[in-house]
T-cell receptor, first 113, second 110 residues
Framework: DVKVTQSSRYLVKRTGEKVFLECVQD?????MFWYRQDPGLGLRLIYF???????EKGDIPEGYSVSREKKERFSLILESASTNQTSMYLC????????????FGPGTRLTVT | DAKTTQPNSMESNEEEPVHLPCNHS???????IHWYRQLPSQGPEYVIH???SNVNNRMASLAIAEDRKSSTLILHRATLRDAAVYYC???????????FGQGTRLTINP
């Protein structure tokens, strides 16, 4: 079974702190994604990566950056956390061939106070 | 990205079949039809996908209309653990991004 793990299930940070959310997958997938999920807004894509050291902006990249130094690990960075970044963050890993199923981690519920 | 339309919510009873509809009238010939579901407090999980023919797997069946403008996810015998939000998504061949809509919230009554 594909396994996608995220470093924390719950995280509380203060405004202005730098926050790192880690995601690791064990299926040697090329593609990895970061989403945030908010009530009424559904899942929105923040960033994605098709290969090591490669990244592309999603629909809402402002206030975030990412790092992919190794194939299995994709990190989401909040350079200076703000209260409007309080959300559920979901990482996904994806097969590199059609139909491109995505496999999700359990999510990190981040609260910024 | 081609758009899908699903009912906001549906309700069914335990041990009965459930048919979750999805309309995708602007689907193109190379679009795959995916279904994912999200259980409470979990990330979405892949359920099934299809292109033209009906598909079965251990979780569900996918019935695709002949003109491909609609599809139906079938849970043959619903359990309480099937209560979730179900998402119907189209993905274009070669386009890895998936666009999640609001989905259908399925409630299962004991």
């Amino acid at each position: 079974d594909v396994k996608v793990t995220q470093s924390s299930r719950y995280l509380v940070k203060r405004t202005g702190e730098k926050v790192f959310l880690e995601c690791v997958q064990d299926m040697d997938h090329e593609n990895m994604f970061w989403y945030r999920q908010d009530p009424g807004l559904g899942l929105r894509l923040i960033y994605f990566s098709y290969d090591v050291k490669m990244k592309e902006k999603g629909d809402i990249p402002e206030g975030y950056s990412v790092s992919r130094e190794k194939k299995e690990r994709f990190s989401l960075i909040l350079e200076s956390a703000s209260t409007n970044q309080t959300s559920m963050y979901l990482c996904a890993s994806q097969t590199g061939a059609p139909p491109y199923e995505q496999y999700f981690g359990p999510g990190t519920r981040l609260t910024v106070t | 990205d081609a758009k899908t339309t699903q009912p906001n919510s549906m309700e069914s009873n335990e041990e009965e079949p459930v048919h979750l509809p999805c309309n995708h009238s602007t689907i193109s010939g190379t679009d795959y039809i995916h279904w994912y579901r999200q259980l409470p407090s979990q990330g979405p999980e892949y359920v099934i996908h299809g292109l033209t023919s009906n598909v079965n797997n251990r979780m569900a069946s996918l019935a695709i209309a002949e003109d491909r403008k609609s599809s139906t996810l079938i849970l043959h015998r619903a359990t309480l653990r099937d209560a979730a939000v179900y998402y119907c998504i189209l993905s274009r061949a070669g386009a890895q991004k998936l666009v999640f809509g609001q989905g259908t919230r399925l409630t299962i009554n004991p």
